[in-house]
Every structure is written in structure tokens, then in C-alpha cells.
């Protein structure tokens, strides 16, 4: 009967956690039986028997709140200082045009802001024009970061690099077109940040046959 109990109260969990991330909503106790094929009452008796445990949040009504979902939300406000380009550079601005939200279980911890990307030089990393760059504030990066690093006044979001022939920082461009997008080798080079995440907008696919 332990397991059994046991496995129903880890099928309750994922369910509640899926739900969360479905619809950004808290399941009610029938939800929850509805969706697992549990009892009324069993899901009752296994979601105060978590809460005495410490397995969770439950208030007897529909207020429920697992680990996963302590931890996702936890949301950091990061602050979208305007635009980065990811072709030749633009001139260092930091003005606030909007915030976004971002869960902690994402991005980590530390202190953030945004650049909406323009130009496509770093369409193979991931990175489109319009998206959304969530940039870590620090002044160091490792070989392969992807940085927001100035130069001369001069903003770029580029692949940090280092030519041993040269001995000197490069920064590449993530696009099979070499010639478009060649290595920049900054006299002056700053680190402003490391990107952690994109946030994109989806867009809508050719099905046409």
C-alpha cells in the first residue's frame, strides 16, 4: 500500500507541474483526478500528506505549489535597453524602453538587461533579428561566450575568440557567410555582458504543399 500510495502522490505532482506549465495555472483537486484517474479522495489524503512532509504547499483548497513551481516562479524584471547589432556595430546606448520578466529557473541568478537583435550575423547561434538577448551584466567571458562587448564607443554581439598566431581577442560573427562577416579584432575590447537566453516571438510556417 506504501507504494502505491508513493507512486500516486508522483503522478499527482507531475500532473500539477504540467498543468502549471500548460496553463500557467494551479489544477483543482477534481482537475487533478480528472487528469490522473485518482480518487477524490486519495488525492486529497496525498496532498496533506505531502504538505505534512514538506513535499509541498496545499491549502485544502486550490492553492497548491510544488518545488518545480516555487522555483519557476521566481521571476527577475530585466530591464530592454534598446537594440545590439549583430553585423557591424552601433554606438553604445542605455535607454530603457520596456521590462520584461524572466524565471529565475532560466536565467539564473546575477543581473540582467535585454537588447532586441538586429542584422543576421548571428542567425546560426541561435540568434534572429527581433529576438529578444538576455544578457548577464559581468566584465569577463570565457572562449565560445556570445558577449555584448564594446569597442571604441561601439557596440557588438558576437562569439568571443582568441587567436594564439595573433595573440589577441577576436570576435566572430555565427554565420556561414565569412566574407559578409568577418573577425573583428578590437583595439579596445569591453565585455558588457554574456548572453544566457533568446526569447522569441514564433512565427508562422509555410505549409503550403
Known amino acids: 500500500m506504501k507504494n502505491i500510495r508513493s507512486e500516486a502522490k508522483s503522478t499527482i505532482v507531475d500532473y500539477i507541474n ?30 496533506r500528506d505531502m504538505k505534512e512532509n514538506g513535499e509541498l504547499e496545499y491549502n485544502g483548497r486550490r492553492s497548491v505549489s510544488t518545488l518545480r513551481i516555487n522555483m519557476e516562479q521566481i521571476h527577475h524584471p530585466v530591464a530592454v535597453l534598446g537594440y545590439v547589432a549583430c553585423g557591424e556595430g552601433q554606438e553604445e546606448t542605455e535607454e530603457v524602453i520596456e521590462y520584461i520578466r524572466m524565471p529565475e529557473s532560466l536565467i539564473g541568478k546575477g543581473e540582467f538587461f535585454a537588447l ?22 559581468q566584465n569577463t567571458a570565457d572562449i565560445g561566450d556570445i558577449v555584448v562587448a564594446l569597442d571604441q564607443g561601439v557596440n557588438n554581439l558576437k562569439a568571443l575568440g582568441f587567436s594564439k598566431k595573433r595573440g589577441r581577442y577576436f570576435l566572430r560573427s555565427c554565420n556561414e557567410d565569412r ?22 516571438k514564433l512565427r508562422k510556417v509555410d505549409v503550403d504543399i
Open 179 to 200: 566574407e559578409q562577416y568577418r573577425d573583428i579584432y578590437p583595439e579596445d575590447l569591453r565585455i558588457q555582458g554574456v548572453a544566457v537566453c533568446v526569447s522569441k
Open 116 to 137: 532586441i537583435a538586429k542584422g543576421e550575423s548571428m542567425i546560426d547561434a541561435g540568434i534572429a533579428p527581433g529576438d529578444y538577448v538576455i544578457i548577464r551584466k
Open 18 to 47: 504540467e498543468y502549471y506549465g500548460d496553463y500557467n495555472a494551479i489544477p483543482s483537486v477534481r482537475d487533478i483526478a480528472a487528469g490522473t484517474g485518482i480518487s477524490v479522495s486519495t488525492v486529497h489524503r496525498c496532498l
